[in-house]
């Protein structure tokens, strides 16, 4: 008996911290005060609740002085284990890297992100060269949305395109 009330503990305790984690969008700011928001559904080919969507509002400084602000939106699948989920997404466009640890209540999230994008200038129909923009790391702080306030995730492999601006060198 004391046997088969170890085993259930430790099904529980296992269970726990899976119970404890929530579907939905996470939205909240990077520590520059540009958004970022995450999607959680379920991975179709695993079972476990993953990132499946990630969307990132950035501020970088280029390789000649200036700034570029932009965003990304893009559809990805990380599995979050133990609470916790690592992405790097390298494309042409952008190489955007973040690491999130969920609340044991599955309400919030806290991490760090840090992106790279390159940029043509000048801005125009015939543009000279490409730039390199970094955000260097950054922490960030997501909280989970309202049933209102979710939105459905890009299809797989899709990319939203964001305004970019290029600013005048500091």
């Avoid at 899976?18 to 080919?45: K, L, M, P, R």
């Avoid at 499946?52 to 280029?62: G, I």
């Avoid at 284990?81 to 599955?106: E, Q, S």
Wanted: net charge positive; hydrophobic share 40%.
């Amino acid at each position: 008996m004391s046997r088969l009330l170890v085993t259930a503990a430790l099904a529980a305790a296992i269970a726990s911290p899976a119970a404890a984690q929530v579907a939905g969008t996470y939205s909240g700011t990077s520590a520059d005060g540009n958004t970022v928001q995450f999607v959680v559904s379920t991975d179709s080919g695993t079972g476990f609740l993953a990132v499946t969507s990630a969307t990132d509002f950035f501020s970088a400084l280029c390789n000649d002085g200036s700034t570029l602000n932009t965003g990304w939106g893009y559809g990805l699948t990380a599995d979050i284990v133990n609470r916790k989920v690592k992405n790097i997404t390298p494309n042409n466009y952008f190489t955007i890297t973040f690491n999130l640890v969920f609340a044991p209540d599955g309400q919030s999230a806290t991490g760090n992100i840090t992106s790279i994008s390159p940029t043509l200038t000048p801005v125009g129909p015939r543009p000279k060269k490409a730039l390199i923009c970094t955000s260097p790391s950054q922490t960030l702080g997501v909280t989970l949305q309202s049933g209102a306030a979710k939105v459905a995730p890009p299809a797989p492999g899709a990319i939203m395109y964001g305004k970019i601006n290029t600013l005048a060198a500091h």
